[in-house]
């Protein structure tokens, strides 16, 4: 591609030049009156039509160079004019039809282009079809109009070059569709959003999946010309998105997570494709936890209070995940310790503020508890951490174990804000709470009971006998003060059930530990009888 750019770039900027003021011509022309508008139509396709025949002379005497360049001039004043009857309002044409006319044109032009190699004649004619807005200028109404024929010459143009491997066609469309979105959005000056969005959405996903798709074709290993142009695409509708919204003070976290996450949808593609090459998907990838990161610092307020405390941690959870299991797919160690730093700052941050979350009433229940916002975060983060910690089991016990005791920690803080929250929605006087706030921590206990038998890890046992000790002292000095009552002595019976199942759990497991230690007679009586 340097090489043809480097043979044909003084021409292509010499036609550009003359094609520019020959419609320029035509729009003065056409504002001052000079003719009618039937006139200027019929000129129009009369010039369009004469350098397209003419290059036909061209060709048949092998004359291709001159060729494309007369009849790809020839397609663009079509194409100048069809934008003319689009953007008047002189003439009365329904838009389907002069929409139909520019797809059949750009069929036409993508089959001969593809058929006969002439690379230059569509080069010309998307150029100058893509240009042919810019000069002709549109008004705010003619917006959907605008936009379905950049994306007919678009669609059309990416076909061709993925289907030819013509990587400057795909250039040269990307930059100046996006000079005509650029000058436009600054003409119309919208009052709303919603449009200027969705086109720049439509732009990115159409160029996202046309270079994956370009790339698989051309066999690059998604590298060169496709990633930089795939960046570039991702990087200016990132800008637009911010610019956009920006501009009607609406926060911009939604469009950097579509992009995130159709960067990590497009980092598989790539993967696949790219015979499981590492490096491109890698950077679709860390391109995605960087927006997501972004995303988690710009969360405005939202009109539930606390929520976005738990979209924020959800995001961060999103890049903690995401840098873990690049660094368990890649096998670096360096990326797997950073996402168990950022994991341990992501608890920190939310036991900060997780108690502030103001629940959501959910089928007209005022509240549920485990089935909400902030037990869901709750529940992922220490989730994560016991996967962690038994993934490094074997290779770092003493780290496994952290994030065991880390995690179960987030469990207590779990059940006390839910005990918390229940007897906080529905006014409940004549339970104690703080015995229910016990229960669930003798329950916690179980759970750190269940997980050492599991694991074999005696600090646990440690761990929950402390939970156990601790959660017996508030019960007898602080939860039995006061009047008795018969809701004390259920929830003292609760606890003493639950405390004889632990004391059920750690008998079995010191049964296990002991069945499982050397017995010292019987390797002795072996070691006699091989002597």
Same mark, same amino acid.
């Given at each position: ?360 009433? %959910?089928? &007209?229940?005022?509240? *549920?508890? #485990?089935?909400? /916002?902030?037990? !869901?975060? +709750?529940? @992922? ?80 046992? %440690?761990? &929950?006998?402390?939970? *156990?000790? #601790?959660?017996? /002292?508030?019960? !007898?000095? +602080?939860? @039995? ?51």
């Amino acid at each position: 591609m340097i090489d043809l750019i480097k043979k044909h770039w003084i021409t292509s900027l010499g036609i550009l030049f003359l094609f520019s003021a020959f419609t320029y011509f035509l729009k003065i022309a056409f504002e001052s009156g000079w003719f009618p508008p039937e006139i200027r139509v019929l000129s129009g396709f009369t010039i369009g039509v004469t350098l397209l025949f003419s290059g036909f002379t061209y060709y048949r005497k092998s004359a291709l160079y001159t060729y494309q360049i007369l009849s790809g001039s020839g397609i663009s004043i079509i194409y100048a004019t069809f934008t003319y009857i689009a953007f008047t309002d002189n003439l009365n044409w329904p838009y389907n039809v002069m929409l139909i006319s520019v797809l059949a044109l750009s069929a036409l032009t993508t089959l001969i282009s593809y058929k006969y190699e002439l690379r230059g004649l569509i080069f010309i004619s998307v150029l100058g079809g893509l240009l042919s807005p810019i000069l002709m200028k549109a008004k705010p109404e003619h917006d959907m109009v605008l936009f379905a024929y950049v994306l007919i010459l678009n669609l059309g143009s990416l076909y061709v070059s993925i289907a030819k491997k013509w990587q400057e066609l795909r250039v040269m469309t990307f930059i100046a569709t996006v000079l005509v979105y650029a000058t436009y959005y600054i003409y119309f000056d919208p009052t709303s959003w919603g449009r200027p969005f969705f086109y720049a959405a439509s732009l990115f996903m159409v160029y996202m999946a046309g270079i994956i798709f370009a790339s698989h074709k051309e066999k690059d290993q998604f590298t060169g010309w496709n990633l930089y142009l795939s960046l570039l695409n991702a990087m200016l509708f990132i800008f637009w998105s911010i610019f956009i919204l920006g501009s009607f003070d609406i926060s911009f976290t939604v469009p950097l997570l579509v992009v995130g996450f159709t960067f990590m949808i497009a980092s598989v593609f790539v993967y696949l494709l790219s015979g499981k090459n590492i490096f491109p998907g890698l950077i679709y990838v860390c391109l995605g936890l960087v927006l997501f990161a972004i995303s988690a610092a710009n969360i405005k307020p939202m009109s539930i209070y606390g929520m976005e405390y738990v979209v924020t941690t959800l995001l961060w959870f999103m890049v903690v995940t995401g840098a873990y299991t690049i660094g368990q797919f890649v096998k670096s160690y360096e990326l797997r310790y950073v996402s168990y730093a950022a994991w341990m700052l992501l608890i920190i941050y939310w036991f900060t503020v997780a108690w502030d979350v103001q629940w959501i009433t %959910i089928w &007209g229940i005022k509240y *549920i508890p #485990f089935i909400n /916002a902030g037990a !869901f975060t +709750w529940m @992922l983060l220490a989730s994560f951490g016991f996967y962690m910690g038994k993934k490094e089991q074997k290779e770092n016990p003493v780290l496994s174990n952290l994030f065991a005791i880390v995690s179960n920690i987030i469990l207590a803080g779990l059940f006390t804000i839910q005990i918390r929250n229940i007897w906080t929605a529905y006014d409940i006087d004549h339970f104690s709470r703080p015995l229910a706030i016990s229960i669930s921590y003798i329950v916690y206990a179980l759970l750190i009971f269940l997980w050492g038998a599991h694991t074999k890890a005696k600090s646990f046992r %440690i761990m &929950g006998t402390i939970v *156990i000790l #601790f959660t017996s /002292a508030k019960v !007898f000095f +602080w939860d @039995l003060s006061g009047a008795a009552n018969i809701s004390k002595m259920i929830f003292l019976m609760i606890i003493g059930v639950l405390t004889l199942g632990i004391a059920y759990i750690n008998k079995r497991w010191i049964d296990k530990e002991e069945t499982e230690l050397p017995n010292p007679i019987k390797e002795t009586e072996d070691n006699t009888e091989n002597a």
